[in-house]
Nanobody, 124 residues
Framework: QVQLVESGGGLVQAGGSLKLSCAAS????????MGWFRQAPGKEREFVGT????????YYADSVKGRFTISRDNAKNTVYLIMNSLKPEDTAVYYC?????????????????WGQGTQVTVSS
């Protein structure tokens, strides 16, 4: 049984930075792509970014490109989301998810395991 536990959320001023972590357990971490998604109140869950199983392939939603970076440490079974230049519109619950294969995807339906989410609030 896969478990994903996010941490690192909080309240930050616009222009600030946060680093989210997602610790995984339950299956061989290095075999699976990981993704980050977010959901703001009253909105659908949306794609933020993804990294392939090796960490070599990453890509991002246009809304965060150039500000957010995903990295992973397969030795620690952990994936990170480094968020810089945060904006109030980045406020949301952030979820990490594990895909069922090595390659990346922006489609949330292609992820079969999800964390509980961590709240990020950006004040103006």
């Amino acid at each position: 049984q896969v478990q994903l536990v996010e941490s690192g959320g909080g309240l930050v001023q616009a222009g600030g930075s946060l680093k989210l972590s997602c610790a995984a357990s339950g299956r061989t971490f290095s075999n699976y792509a990981m993704g980050w998604f977010r959901q703001a109140p009253g909105k659908e869950r949306e794609f933020v970014g993804t990294t392939s199983s090796s960490g070599i392939g990453t890509y991002y939603a246009d809304s965060v490109k150039g500000r957010f970076t995903i990295s992973r440490d397969n030795a620690k079974n952990t994936v990170y989301l480094i968020m810089n230049s945060l904006k109030p519109e980045d406020t949301a619950v952030y979820y990490c998810a594990q895909r069922w294969s090595r390659g990346t995807s922006s489609d949330l339906h292609e992820y079969d395991s999800w964390g509980q989410g961590t709240q990020v609030t950006v004040s103006s």
